[in-house]
């Protein structure tokens, strides 16, 4: 079975550091999520893709927060710096088209000291 | 806005009870309905989903779930749960009125034991 994959799976940086994530979502997936989760609450929405064109980014901290996703396949999400408050789990998921069913990775569980 | 609501935040129950979950969203329009699972140290997964048709939804390990559109819930349930269902359950909604953008619970930790 097709699967989103991420990488790292867990980053530990200190405040004010660069990370980057990794995301390559199911074949033929146009679109593209990342999402934000804190322990205990639902994931929220960071940007979403449809192809290599952003089509909702209205809740990414675009001071420190970038997304890409060149080509149209995989996508990488940048904080810079990073700050204590964005430890966290970042999600990425993809689906067939916009309305479609939405597909998880595994996440990436970042730490900030 | 649109909203989820779970009004289970932490659930515990013995192997072999009745589960029923509670989830009321608040849109009027045509909505799409998702349950989500995510076990101890893994991804979320899809349990089940409704689009349209018949309103009781199953979904795999042996979960249903039931749109009332008159209730504007989707509650999930299961017969019996297994030691094996401990997980945090998430109920989600897209809605034409959002962009399709799934609009998700706080969640609801269920804990079961053997």
């Known amino acids: 079975e097709a699967e989103v994959a991420q990488s790292p799976r867990y980053k530990i940086t200190e405040k004010s550091q660069a990370v980057a994530f990794w995301c390559d979502p199911i074949?033929?997936?146009?679109?593209l999520y990342w999402y934000r989760q804190i322990l205990g609450q639902g994931p929220e929405l960071l940007v979403q893709?449809?192809?290599?064109?952003?089509?909702?980014d209205s809740q990414l901290p675009k001071d420190r927060f970038s997304a890409e996703r060149l080509k149209g396949v995989d996508s990488t999400l940048k904080i810079q710096p990073a700050e204590l408050g964005d430890s966290a789990m970042y999600l990425c998921a993809s689906s067939l088209g916009r309305t479609g069913t939405q597909y998880f990775g595994p996440g990436t569980r970042l730490t900030v000291l | 806005a649109q909203s989820v609501s779970q009004h289970n935040h932490h659930v515990i129950l013995s192997e072999a009870a009745s589960l029923e979950l509670g989830c009321n969203y608040s849109?009027?329009?045509?909505?799409?309905l998702f349950w989500y699972v995510q076990y101890p140290g893994q991804h979320l997964q899809l349990l089940l989903k409704?689009?349209?048709?018949d309103p009781l939804v199953k979904g795999i390990k042996g979960f249903e779930a039931e749109f009332i559109k008159s209730k504007f819930s989707f509650n999930l349930r299961k017969p019996s749960v297994q030691w094996s269902d401990t997980a945090e359950y998430f109920c989600?909604?897209?809605?034409?009125?959002?962009?399709?953008?799934?609009?998700w619970g706080l969640g609801t930790s269920l804990a079961v034991n053997p």
């Open positions: 989600a909604v897209t809605t034409a009125g959002n962009n399709r953008k799934l609009i």
């Open positions: 409704y689009f349209s048709g």
């Open positions: 074949s033929g997936h146009a679109t």
């Open positions: 849109y009027g329009g045509t909505v799409n």
């Open positions: 893709f449809q192809d290599e064109s952003v089509v909702d």
